[in-house]
């Protein structure tokens, strides 16, 4: 199975930062990666597919960049509601789908 | 407005059995693969299972092969986990989640459920 690393675990950040997080994968996924945002109690959100395109209704703060086995999430300028868990997610072709571990996005 | 409701979640005995229901509306059900993915209390994302769009192709995560059966009643619109021989690991949430490219499993999940709670304790 493909494994996805994700960091850091956690990040503090403020308001108005500029905030990046890493996924590695084991292995090659071209650019068959997704980005989610979880927040307490509520389901997983899609943010970020195929490593770069916006999900419709994200907000453009929110890219993605990356491909082979790096990628990243990035936040332009963090808002109070982005205060979250964000988990990568990959699901290269006829591969087992797997999800990083998450990294939680605190406020400083 | 693609909704996904689960149910059948419960406390069971280890060693015991559970069926989950997630009832899909506001797409075409048959056309989409889905998914179960579940989350331990306080902890992340875990793919479960995968049916396609016919049911006639299914993928099982190893930590659960052999003791989970994932299916789906295209009529009722409707996905079902199987769950066999419980263990405590196999407590948490879980969720269904659609794909969002018709005819293809290997997709981005774009609309997930709320999830059903599951707990495996004596």
Known sequence: DIQMTQSPSTLSASVGDRVTITCRASQHISSWLAWYQQKPGKAPKLLIYDASSLESGVPSRFSGSGSGTEFTLTISSLQPDDFATYYCQQYNTYSLWTFGQGTKVEIK | ?122
Do not use: H
Not at chain 2, 41 to 63: C, H, Q, R
Not at chain 2, 65 to 75: A, L
Not at chain 2, 103 to 110: E, G, I, M, N
């Open chain 2, 1 to 122: 407005e693609v909704q996904l409701l689960e149910s059948g979640g419960g406390l069971v005995q280890p060693g015991g059995s559970l069926r989950l229901s997630c009832a899909a509306s506001g797409f075409t059900f048959n056309s989409y693969a889905v998914n179960w993915v579940r989350q331990a209390p306080g902890k992340g994302l875990e793919w479960v299972s995968a049916i396609s769009g016919s049911g006639g192709t299914t993928f099982y995560a190893d930590s659960v092969k052999g003791r989970f059966t994932i299916s789906r009643d295209n009529s009722k619109n409707t996905l079902y986990l199987q769950m066999n021989s419980l263990r405590a690991e196999d407590t948490a949430l879980y969720y269904c989640a659609k794909v969002a490219i018709k005819t293809s499993s290997w997709s981005r999940f774009d609309y997930w459920g709320q999830g059903t709670l599951v707990t495996v304790s004596s």
